[in-house]
């Protein structure tokens, strides 16, 4: 299957040795436009106001900084990362995930490919849902899938003396 068309594999071939000058504030917004425009997609920002967070169904695909130095964060298969990192040096493990299931792109490197990079964030788009049970695939193709409340958490009683909580 190497070199195949469609998969990471046949576009690392197809854009090996291809440098360009690169504008990290342009492929930041050229990324969050194909993020929002795959279905279910969400935009989200869970850590704090400047980090974008895609998710589907609640789930996170992407992760992008919104300040210099742009980084992004998809969830690649753990051979496609390796071979991936072996082919671009500056392709980083998942910062601050699972180094072995993400993989991390600075936005201002000029060695990773615009076309990588979009075929990245699909990707990871696609093993996430993919991973989705099957009743949740179903609801989001009948538009009936709704985020779940957040779970306020009340805060405990204290305990009486000899372990019984009051009420």
């Known amino acids: 299957m190497p070199g195949s068309a469609g998969t990471l594999s046949g576009v690392l071939d197809s854009v090996m040795g291809v440098t360009e000058d ?7 917004a050229h990324l969050h436009a194909v993020a929002m425009g795959l279905e279910w997609a969400e935009l989200t920002h869970p850590f704090d106001a400047t980090t974008a967070v895609y998710k589907v169904a609640g789930r996170m695909f992407a992760l992008v900084g919104a300040s210099a130095p742009y980084r992004l964060n998809v969830k690649v298969d753990p051979e496609d ?7 671009f040096p500056t392709l980083l493990p998942g910062w601050h995930m699972d180094h072995r299931h993400w ?9 990773v490919p615009d076309q990588l990079l979009e075929e990245l964030l699909v990707d990871s788009y696609r093993t996430v849902h993919a991973n989705l049970s099957r009743r949740t695939r179903g609801l989001l193709a009948a538009g009936l899938w709704r985020p779940e409340p957040a779970r306020v958490r009340r805060p405990r009683e204290p305990r009486q003396p000899g372990g019984t909580t009051r009420r």
Do not use: M, W
């Open 103 to 111: 993989l991390t792109a600075r936005l201002d490197d000029d060695e």
């Open 22 to 28: 690169v504008d990290p504030a342009a492929r930041r």
């Open 81 to 87: 990362g390796a071979a991936l990192r072996r082919e």
